[in-house]
Every structure is written in structure tokens, then in C-alpha cells.
């Protein structure tokens, strides 16, 4: 049995017309991580004998679909999974036409965000043959199975299976949903042997660079997040797991930078304090950058943190108006920010600060507040985004239900075409917030701390090279864009 499993790209998917909110270029310096979601699906496929793998990530090595299907070709399989969000959607069906049109007898599967969203949508397209929904490990293992036993009486056998969706003749069925895994422990390490890691740049740390997972769901409710129901429901590795994971990367593939994607690495004060003194006791000597919420930080956590080789944490701050964070629902205060970045600078921690403008309600004196929370706090880095609505967000929801908007998301899959990216801001046109967001991206540059002139930054010459790059693209795009004319109004 010959599997191949491909991480769409998210970059060729956006070069279909449609609009993720963030400057054009700035994506390529923000450093690349690998696509965990195939890579434990291959682990738990090996462990249960199936080794005759082979993984594509279009995103990493900037793949067309032409070149993905031949490499696909080459390897002949009988499964190819195909991994896409909804952002990479129009590519992902793109490449299932082309792979299905060279190797007609190959099952294709389809799996990832945009298919938990839009299940039934996603199936109306021939070229696919099954849909996974929600996580897939075990959902994609028992189908290859299924498949093995005998391949004419396949179908028969589906409906048996959680978690997918699938054409019987000309229904589209969808069966129960799959309870999620609830023991994280109990899968193998991702095979991130299957991929060139060559291919992963951290542009903030020294590579070999290595991204980790070690906690599922989310139980905060962001009205601009898309987020299944099925994953709000929190679960973790031990701290022992994730320390050893951390020690097999270092012995396998000599990594001594990590980055935590976990939505909120710091949910769980204790785990996260036993891993940092797991970290110590060893000595692993190990720099790694985590994300997490400002009321999710404390002093405790943040120094033990920087013990164990935190060196950067990222928080997702969206807005320096208390109206509009209250209207994303994020839960947290303007002064719970300021403590959160006035901690990390006396404990030593660089701040990456994301913000997202556009909101319906964002205004000339909401922006003017982000720009003043910056000015105050200083931030190491900003990284600003236009408001994109996603599939599923409650504020998608609100928008379609108040007929402001249709649902395009829901069209784009259907249809297989891009669509114009509405603009929600009541306030401002898309161009007036393209000129705020690279003016926010600017703002440490311009400053007396600027980090140009940081001379405990230029130690680290992979921090130097970083922030000139960023420094670079987010002043090309300014120059691009031009000024508008509301920016007269801020200071």
C-alpha cells in the first residue's frame, strides 16, 4: 500500500485572488514550520505497519500544482491524502483534479480546517473521494484499512466510519461525528523524518528549527477566530512527553530552536512550570518562542520561561481600545497588556505583538489608541493584519445573519473560484487600513529604542538579519502603498 500525504500551500492558494489581510510579501519572513497535522498522521499510520509513505509539503517548498502531481505520479500511490485550509482550498481542489486526472484509480482524501466547515460543499467535487472532519489520525487510519480489505466493497464500509463524508451515488453523507483524542500522550512523535527540514527556516532563531504542538482546542471565544466545536475542548501533553519530544528532536535532528504553537501555551500554569524545570534540571540549553494571552502570563511563569530559554513570546493583542477588544470578545483588559509586556521587558523576554485591524466598529480615536498602547509599551515587533473574516467565526456568522454580508466562503467552495474579500470596516476603505497596518509594522523601527540601533539584538546576528528584513518589506509596502488621507489625524 502506497500513501502519499500533501500539505497544500497557502501561498499559491492566496495567488488565486483572494486576500488574508497581511501585507503582500511580508508572509516569506515569517519563517516556516512544518505541517504537524500530516506528520502525525504518518506516525500513526507507521505504527500500525503502514511504511510505504511519502510526504509533500507545496507550502514549504513553494510548490505549483503541476510540480506537486508529478512527484505525486512518481511514487504511484493507491491513497493521497491531502491536507487544506481555507486559505489553500482553491489549490488543494486544483491539485485533487490534476492527481485524480493522472491516476483515476488512486483514492483521494481531503482533510483539514476548510472541510470541518464545509463538509458537504467540499464533496460536491468529484475529484475527491472522501472528506476527513476534525482530527485525523485514527479517522485516516481506519479508511486505509477499510481500503485494504477490499477496495471494491469500500464504500459499502464507510458509513461505518466517524468523522467523514463521502458520495453514495447521489447523496453526500456525512456520518457521526468523531470524539476527539483525548490522550495526546499516547501518539507517536510526529515523522518529521518524512520531510526535508532544510526547508523550515525560524528567521528569529538559529536553525535547525524544530515547531511543536503539544496541546488541542480552545475555549476562548474571539469573534474573528474560526474555531469547530469540537475544538474547544482543551487537552495537553504531559510535560513529560513534551520534554522528551524536545530531547529526541535534539539527538535526531541536532535542533536547538523550538517554537510552540499551541493557541495558548501558558493555559496550564503547572504543566507549564514542570516543563520549564524539566527543561533546567536537564540542561538542554535550548532557545524556543511560545504563544500565548496577556492574562495568561504572570511573573512566575514568564521567569521560569526565560530560565528554561524562552527568548521571545508572542501575544495576540488585536487592539489597544478596550471597546474594540470587548467587541472581539477577547476576555482581557488594556492594563492586564501593559503588565504583560512591562513583566517580560524586566524579565528579559522580546515581545512580538499582533494586532488586527478593520473591526465593523474600528474608528479614527480606536486606531489612535492601538498607536498610543504601542508608543507605551514598545513592543519588540508589531505585526498588524486587516480583519479577514473566516468560515465559521462568530463575527462571519453575525455579518451573514444581518444580511451584510453572503456567504462567499460557502460560494468559493462550491463554485471553485476566488472571491473579493468584502471590506467590514464601516469607517475606513481597505487602502486607509493597508496604510495603518504598515504603519503600526513600522512603528518599533522609528523610535529611540528603535531596533535597529538595539545593541543587545545585534549580539544575535540571525536578529539582526531578521529585523532588517521585516524592517525592509513592511517599508516597501508603505512606500507601495502610499499615505492616505486620514493619516494626517495620527501622531
Known amino acids: 500500500m502506497k500513501i502519499v500525504l500533501v500539505n497544500s500551500s497557502v501561498k499559491r492558494g492566496l495567488a488565486y485572488g483572494l486576500n488574508d489581510g497581511m501585507p503582500k510579501g511580508l508572509m516569506d519572513y515569517l519563517g516556516g514550520y512544518q505541517p504537524l497535522g500530516i506528520c502525525y498522521i ?11 509513505l511519502f510526504l509533500i509539503d507545496a507550502e514549504a517548498e513553494n510548490l505549483s500544482i503541476r510540480e506537486v502531481a508529478d512527484k505525486v505520479k512518481l511514487f504511484s500511490p493507491d491513497i493521497v491524502g491531502i491536507s487544506s485550509m481555507s486559505f489553500s482550498f482553491l489549490y488543494a481542489l486544483d491539485l485533487a483534479k490534476t492527481i485524480k486526472a493522472i491516476l483515476p484509480n488512486s483514492l483521494i482524501v481531503i482533510g483539514g480546517s476548510h ?4 463538509p458537504k460543499q467540499v464533496l460536491t467535487h468529484n475529484c475527491f473521494d472522501v472528506g476527513v472532519i476534525g482530527e485525523g489520525e485514527y479517522t485516516f487510519l481506519e479508511l486505509i484499512q477499510l481500503f485494504c480489505q477490499d477496495r471494491y466493497t469500500f464504500k459499502d464500509g464507510l458509513k ?5 463524508v463521502f458520495r453514495n451515488e447521489s447523496d453526500i453523507v456525512l456520518t457521526h461525528q468523531r470524539k476527539v483524542i483525548k490522550e495526546l500522550d499516547n501518539l507517536p512523535f510526529p515523522a518529521r523524518d518524512l520531510l526535508d527540514l532544510s526547508n523550515y527556516k525560524q ?30 475542548y482543551i487537552r495537553t501533553q504531559s510535560a513529560k512527553y513534551v520534554v ?45 518562542l511560545v504563544l500565548t494571552r496577556v492574562d495568561k502570563v504572570d511573573r512566575e511563569i514568564l521567569e521560569w520561561l526565560k530560565k528554561a530559554g524562552c527568548d521571545c513570546i508572542s501575544f495576540g493583542v488585536e487592539s489597544g481600545d478596550q471597546k474594540i477588544l470587548d467587541k472581539m470578545e477577547k476576555g482581557y483588559n488594556i492594563e492586564q497588556i501593559k503588565r504583560a509586556f512591562l513583566l517580560c521587558k524586566e524579565i528579559g523576554i522580546n515581545i512580538v505583538a499582533y494586532f488586527l485591524l478593520g473591526h465593523p466598529d474600528e474608528t479614527i480615536q480606536s486606531i ?24 465559521g467565526s462568530p463575527l462571519y456568522k453575525e ?4 444580511g451584510r454580508i453572503r456567504d462567499f466562503w460557502g460560494e468559493m467552495t462550491l463554485d471553485g473560484k476566488a472571491f473579493m ?26 523610535r529611540k529604542k528603535t531596533n535597529l540601533l538595539n545593541l543587545k539584538k545585534l549580539r544575535n546576528p540571525s536578529n539582526v538579519i531578521w529585523s532588517l528584513q521585516w524592517f525592509k518589506m513592511c517599508l516597501f509596502n508603505k512606500i507601495k502603498n502610499g499615505y492616505s488621507k486620514n493619516n494626517k489625524n495620527f501622531r
Not at 42 to 52: D, I, T, Y
Not at 115 to 118: C, I, M, R
Not at 160 to 164: A, N, R, S
Not at 261 to 280: G, P
Open 42 to 52: 504518518a506516525s500513526v499510520l507507521r505504527e500500525n505497519g503502514f511504511r510505504n
Open 115 to 118: 472541510v470541518d466547515l464545509y
Open 160 to 164: 461505518k466510519i466517524d468523522g467523514i
Open 203 to 232: 528567521n528569529y532563531l538559529p536553525n535547525p528549527f524544530i515547531s511543536l504542538f503539544t496541546s488541542r482546542g480552545c475555549p476562548y471565544n474571539c469573534t474573528y477566530c474560526c474555531k469547530a466545536s469540537w475544538n474547544r
Open 244 to 288: 522528551a519530544e524536545i530531547e529526541h528532536c535534539m539527538k535526531r535532528y541536532n535542533a536547538r530552536s523550538f517554537q510552540f504553537f499551541d493557541d495558548t501555551f501558558t493555559i496550564q500554569k503547572i504543566r507549564v512550570l514542570e516543563i520549564c524545570r524539566m527543561i533546567c534540571e536537564r540542561k538542554l540549553n535550548i532557545k524556543f
Open 368 to 391: 489612535q489608541n492601538t498607536i498610543n498602547l504601542i508608543k507605551e509599551t514598545e513592543p519588540d515587533w508589531c505585526k498588524a493584519n486587516i480583519l479577514t473574516l473566516y468560515p
Open 399 to 402: 455579518l451573514l445573519e444581518q
Open 421 to 446: 474579500s468584502p471590506n467590514i470596516s464601516q469607517n475606513f476603505t481597505m487602502e486607509q487600513l493597508g496604510n495603518f497596518r504598515n504603519k503600526i509594522n513600522l512603528m518599533p523601527y522609528f
